[in-house]
């Protein structure tokens, strides 16, 4: 079996689960006469787990449940409001809460009611404009008060985007080693953070090798057109600027090692086409479910194709810690893209964006 590489994780507000279930529901009904035929394995598995554990802590705090998402603006609102159909929850925007006596409630026509789970698709800085971002729109006033409080589960928590940044990666194999006391479990891309000497020193000795890109950036590496790109394709003209920054800034960049994508055959225009690269996104709940329900999701997970140039980073042995993993089919990396003509070299810091 060829190697699986781990690009990155999705913790902070992961998308993809509802997706999957409305891709799976059309495809049976597109190909309803050979579908029965494929032996592929059932979803309905991973989102009853999902939904008992949600409602189960909510019947234990005697709340509702609901999906936190930031509106009908957000490219992936379709997925929200179809997964919060399908599982029976609440579909809340920020300004349908309000936090009154550190206790999140709903409006509704019979008046506040409260929740007590809320399945958070937001980035986390937008979620409170009193303690996170102070432009904010589409938060809860409140909302941290209530979860420091003890009031209310959000799921994921607050911060847990933390470990969607390169310089964590760096250091994840230690970690599961020191915290869980085992090996990582899936396959982790090399990823070397300059603000240690010796990693700074092997990045610019392989410059040409590496894909360098901003440390503390959580887009993955083939989602960053402008943030990350290969050494070899940084321009002439820019190229020891960047070796000098990384000399002197070496905590704020990242390193990489290459390896390919996985490449699969594609359908289009009533032709096979040749190979295109692609990764797929795996979808696992945290803890004691995931051992369990991951060899459900395994056998029919959905691919998500990536076009282009795709170059990326391995390292032997390693999984990230739990929660939502993005990973690639046979061969898990992300993408270095080349830049377009004319275009810099840029250090990219988080953005809300589509995940």
Known sequence: ????????????????AGFALENRVATTRALSDIYSDMNIQRLAGFFRAFHDTLFTQAKRDGGRVGIL???????????????????????????????????V????????????????????????????????????PGMVEALRHGSISMINA???????????????????QKLLGTNLLLPEIATRWCGQPGEQRHVLDNFDKLMIGPAFATTLPFDDQRGTMLGSAVPADQRE?????????????????????STAPVYVDGKLRAPRHHPARLCGPHRKWLDHYARRLRPGRLHQRRFGPCHAARRPGGRRLGGVVQAGGTGFAPAARRPEAGAKFARQSAQPRRR
């Not at 079996?1 to 993809?16: H, K």
């Not at 009908?72 to 409001?81: I, S």
């Not at 600027?241 to 994508?261: F, H, K, M, P, S």
Request: without cysteine; hydrophobic residues 45%; negative net charge.
């Open 1 to 16: 079996m060829a190697p699986r590489w781990v690009l990155g994780d999705r913790t902070q507000a992961p998308s993809g």
């Open 69 to 103: 998402t930031p509106g009908q603006l957000n490219d992936t609102y379709f997925e929200h409001a179809y997964i919060a159909r399908y599982l029976g929850l609440m579909l809340l925007e920020g300004e349908d809460l309000v936090v009154e006596d550190e206790r």
């Open 105 to 140: 409630m709903v409006r509704t026509v019979a008046g506040l009611k409260p929740v007590t789970v809320l399945w958070r698709r937001m980035d986390a800085s937008f979620v409170d404009p009193l303690e996170l971002r102070y432009d904010s729109r589409i938060g809860t």
């Open 158 to 176: 607050l911060g847990t985007g933390l470990l969607e940044t390169g310089a964590l990666a760096a250091f994840m194999p230690r970690l599961a």
């Open 241 to 261: 600027a960047l070796l000098e920054r990384i000399r002197t800034n070496g905590a704020d960049y990242v390193g990489r090692e290459q390896v390919q994508l």
